[in-house]
Structure formats: C-alpha cells, structure tokens
C-alpha cells in the first residue's frame, strides 16, 4: 500500500507543477506590447510578442504597436465619399 500511495502523491504533485506553470506562462500577440502591473503599480518593464514566463501576482495588460495611416482633408466631399 506505501508504494501505491507514493505513486499517487508523485502524479498530484505533478499534475499541480504542470498546472501553476501553465498558469505563469504569458502570451504577448503580434504587433502589441505587454505592460507588466500589479497590485503595486505598473513596472518600467514591457514585454516584447512572444511566451514569457510571470509571476502569478503579476499581470499583463496588451497594447497595439503598430503603425496607422490618418488621413486629414479639408474637402467636404472626400468624407462623404468615405462615410458611405
């Protein structure tokens, strides 16, 4: 029975590691920024895109990067142009 319940324990405790570090892995997507806060504030560090791994207390808040084309027009007619 003693080698029955240490097998037991070992695949718990294993299941629980697989678990917590599953549970520390963060995902940045492509063309964001990953901002590190906690309850303690924001820290200086970003995470670029990619897996990183964090702490459990920490969390991670996305923001878009990438670049975006304005365009500015005095003509009247150029916005209702793109307005329908």
Request: with cysteine; aromatic share 10%; charged share 15%.
């Amino acid at each position: 029975m003693g080698k029955f319940a240490a097998i037991v324990i070992s695949v718990v405790l294993a299941l629980g590691v697989a678990i917590s570090c599953l549970l520390c892995l963060e995902r940045v997507s492509v063309g964001n920024v990953g901002v590190v806060y906690s309850s303690k504030g924001v820290e200086e560090q970003t995470l670029s895109q990619g897996w990183h791994w964090m702490s459990p207390f920490k969390h991670v808040k996305q923001f878009p990067v990438s670049q975006q084309q304005i365009v500015f027009s005095n003509d009247p007619s150029d916005y209702k142009e793109r307005a329908s």
